[in-house]
């Protein structure tokens, strides 16, 4: 047999055109793979196309299945629940905060003696490696505010006074201050 393979509206299209001698064969079709499989079982000819495709979960879903169950999660003598995960500007364990869960995710970070700015791509949430997009300012106190309160303006406004906070110390951690005289 010979197999021409396509893929049309996000499935797999097989046709085969049979050789001259060969069997008649039947296609068996799985989840995850497209399977040829002759009708003379003692055949040699059993090809297997595997078709996987990257499992695409909403972010309330992801939220609910780690909100009280991940590595990040801090807890107080108090009660109260703290989150140290990258992207959580506040650090508090809610949806809107997390970094785990939803893929417009702000985060703010010191980055030697620099302020580095990174936001999550929602079109490639699913590649780890890609899913993030870095911008390290090299600036001083206010303009690395006024750079920050743009970019979270047209990004997620939700969170604008949120960045400006985290960005406001995380400059302030990095300030040497002078010595009195």
Same mark, same amino acid.
């Given at each position: 047999?010979?197999?021409? $393979?396509?893929? /049309? %509206?996000?499935?797999?299209? %097989?046709?085969?055109?049979?050789?001259?001698?060969?069997?008649?064969?039947?296609?068996?079709?799985? /989840?995850?793979?497209?399977?040829?499989?002759?009708?003379?079982? *003692?055949?040699?000819?059993?090809?297997?196309?595997?078709?996987?495709?990257?499992?695409?979960?909403?972010?309330? *879903?992801?939220?609910? $299945?780690?909100?009280?169950?991940?590595?990040?999660?801090?807890?107080?003598?108090?009660?109260?629940?703290?989150?140290? /995960?990258? =992207?959580? *500007?506040?650090?508090?364990?809610?949806?809107?905060?997390? =970094? *785990?869960?939803?893929?417009?995710?702000?985060?703010? @970070?010191?980055?030697?003696?620099?302020?580095?700015?990174?936001? =999550?791509?929602?079109?490639?949430? @699913?590649?780890?490696?890609?899913?993030?997009?870095?911008?390290?300012?090299?600036?001083? =106190?206010?303009?690395?505010?006024?750079?920050?309160?743009?970019?979270?303006?047209?990004?997620?406004?939700?969170?604008?006074?949120?960045?400006?906070?985290?960005?406001?110390?995380?400059?302030?951690?990095?300030?040497?201050?002078?010595?009195?005289?």
């Amino acid at each position: 047999l010979k197999f021409n $393979v396509g893929k /049309e %509206l996000g499935c797999l299209r %097989l046709s085969a055109t049979p050789s001259p001698g060969v069997a008649r064969s039947r296609w068996r079709v799985t /989840e995850h793979s497209v399977a040829c499989v002759p009708y003379d079982p *003692l055949s040699p000819v059993n090809c297997v196309v595997p078709h996987f495709r990257p499992a695409k979960m909403s972010s309330q *879903l992801i939220w609910e $299945v780690v909100k009280n169950h991940n590595s990040f999660i801090r807890k107080n003598v108090k009660g109260l629940v703290f989150s140290a /995960e990258p =992207g959580n *500007l506040y650090n508090k364990n809610s949806y809107k905060f997390s =970094g *785990l869960a939803n893929t417009k995710a702000v985060d703010i @970070q010191a980055e030697g003696d620099n302020v580095k700015f990174s936001i =999550g791509r929602t079109k490639t949430a @699913q590649q780890p490696k890609k899913s993030k997009h870095s911008v390290i300012i090299k600036k001083d =106190g206010r303009a690395v505010l006024k750079a920050v309160g743009k970019q979270v303006q047209s990004y997620r406004p939700d969170l604008k006074t949120a960045a400006l906070a985290r960005a406001s110390a995380v400059h302030k951690s990095i300030r040497v201050r002078k010595a009195k005289k």
